[in-house]
């Protein structure tokens, strides 16, 4: 680490369970962004801000005027551009040093296991069950830690699965409920509760990088924006999950 990182970083470096240790992790650390939308905004930017050397990023949509209201790393001069572009510009912006890598096309099986193999950890800001589900199976497989998000309405959730032995996968806590409709195109969603399940994604994430405080792991964390209020459930492992079950026993 040179002089101006350890200035760029200082306030970080600064907190006792970070430290010199803790910020050079930062730093040397890969991780997989999967989608770059509502929550994947602020999850780029927090970690591309906090140092993390290494980004994949991976969205195969593009930038639509709809986007703009709560997807904060994309502008109106980048309206039609693929999401992952228009997301790399920004974070170039904002922390040159972070290395970022593209995915602009939809990853098969064969694709996301590779590219989960490859990394430290994976944020998961998807919107829709098959993609989480394909996601928490490959890192099951690969045994990387998982931090996933959701947000819609006025709610969200937060959890860290598959970064301890025995611990619940996220097919452990929803099953095989894949058919629910919970897009943000047919039920809408205030921007700032994105902003929120996002940067908790970002901390929780930064927290495994660098082995500081206590992950939500085996825990989700939910958030009610209306009334304001924060729950916090303990999750148990399914024996019988077909994802992570033989693991688990």
């Known amino acids: 680490m040179n002089d101006e990182q350890l200035l760029q970083y200082s306030r970080q470096i600064m907190l006792p369970q970070i430290d010199v240790a803790g910020q ?11 989608g770059l939308g509502g929550l994947g905004s602020p999850v780029a930017m927090y970690l591309a801000a906090a140092g993390v050397g290494e980004l994949v990023l991976a969205d195969f949509d593009t930038v639509d005027l709809s986007n703009l209201q709560r997807q904060i790393i994309h502008g109106r001069s980048q309206l039609g551009q693929p999401k992952v572009r228009s997301a ?3 974070i170039r912006a904002l922390n040159p040093d972070c290395r970022t890598h593209t995915l602009e096309t ?3 099986e064969e694709q996301l296991e590779q590219r ?16 989480r589900f394909a996601i928490n199976r490959a890192c099951v497989k690969h045994g990387k830690p998982l931090v996933s998000g959701s947000a819609i309405r006025w709610e969200g959730q937060v959890a860290v699965f598959c970064d301890q032995p025995h611990a619940p996968c996220y097919h452990c806590l929803y099953g095989d409920s894949g058919d629910l409709d919970d897009s ?3 039920n809408g969603i205030l921007a700032p509760v994105a902003g929120i399940i996002g940067s908790i994604q970002a901390t929780e994430a930064l927290k495994l990088i660098t082995g500081a405080g206590d992950p939500l792991s085996g825990r989700l964390l939910l958030i009610d924006g209306l009334g304001m209020q924060i729950r916090s459930l303990r999750l148990k492992a399914d024996p019988h999950c077909p994802v992570c079950g033989n693991r688990q026993t």
Do not use: G, W
């Open 24 to 34: 050079q992790r930062i730093l040397d650390a890969r991780v997989l962004i999967m």
């Open 88 to 90: 790399a510009d920004t």
């Open 106 to 108: 939809r990853l098969d």
């Open 116 to 131: 989960v193999s490859e990394s430290d950890l994976v944020v998961d800001c998807t919107d829709n069950f098959s993609s």
């Open 184 to 186: 943000c195109a047919n």
